[in-house]
């Protein structure tokens, strides 16, 4: 019997452990305050869902663990700094960017950028958490505290978001599911598009994350997300865990980014992934589950059980079917199901379909 502990105790986790299940291994979640005299670490094989953790009792033992996997490769991509060097210096394009460090700074910023840019804080930030949208001569609406502990892009103008999800193995081998698009609305991913066929930028896109993590003799599911823009791709950032653009890979893929996390770890082959079909992931913030939605055959409820607050990711729809065009009409008749917000993602993941 294999043994996985995965640090942070979300939906990720939640999700690691159900794919697990499934495949006779057994994967704990832990919370980072559990105490570390509880684990049987010794057997185990150690992963993470999230880049970084406060230092706790459990988090300094576990960081220095010789099974934790990627261990030494955490602190590099969970600072945006260090993560965006790492990236440029491999020669892979990123959006334009600068550490900020001083007030006086900006103004050329804003030379150079454009009138308005973003900050993002270098560590903690998630779901537009940490980010600031600052315009020339409002530059005391940023809190002083990032000076020094954050970076600033430039905005990009980008025809669509797409993420990139693949998996490395112990022998150096990587596979790749197709480029997803995305919507995210306020920094938080709201829908995922899955479409058949291959899209031109999935070759490049492949080269640039096998560099990557070739570079950080990675193991196990990397995600990169990018801009795409007329010179071709930007990358935004990278998270080496699965990642919720990858969710659509539970209904619509022959093997899901759980599954080929836990191969990749536990030094089992990898299946090159078989997109069945065309699907559509709706993210679910901050609402209470309807068992209405499952009234729709082509729609996968996934739950995860936390408690319902606003803005909080609380499960998601995969909607999955042979015919875009059946998965446009299930999109119509979920929008009178979910709040008025959901109309906007909905009616774009209908464009894409029809495009695709
Ligand atoms: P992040 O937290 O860096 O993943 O950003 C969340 C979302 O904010 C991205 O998926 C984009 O939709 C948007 N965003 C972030 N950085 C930029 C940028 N430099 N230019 C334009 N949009 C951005």
Redesign the pocket.
Known sequence: MKLVYVVGNGQLGRMLRQAGERMGITVYPIALDTDPETLHISQCVITAEREQWPATELTRMLSTHRTFVNRDIFPILSDRLTQKQLINQLGIGT?PWQPLLYTKQLEHIFSDFGKCV?V?NRTG??D?RG?WLICSGKESSLPHSCYGSSIV????H?SS?VSLIGARGYDGSTVFYPLTY?L?QD?ILRVSVILSGQHAQQKTAEYMLSTIMRELHYIGVMAM?C?IVPEGLLV??IAPRVHNSGHWTQNAASISQFELHLRAILNLPLPIPVINMPAVMLNLIGINADMEWLAEPRVYLHWYDKKVQQGRKVGHLNVVDASTLSISKTLSTLVSLLPSEYARGISWAQEKLEQG
């Open positions: 959006t973003i993002k930030g998630y537009g980010q892009e430039k905005i990009v980008f978001e995305n995210h920094g997300e801009f935004n950032e």
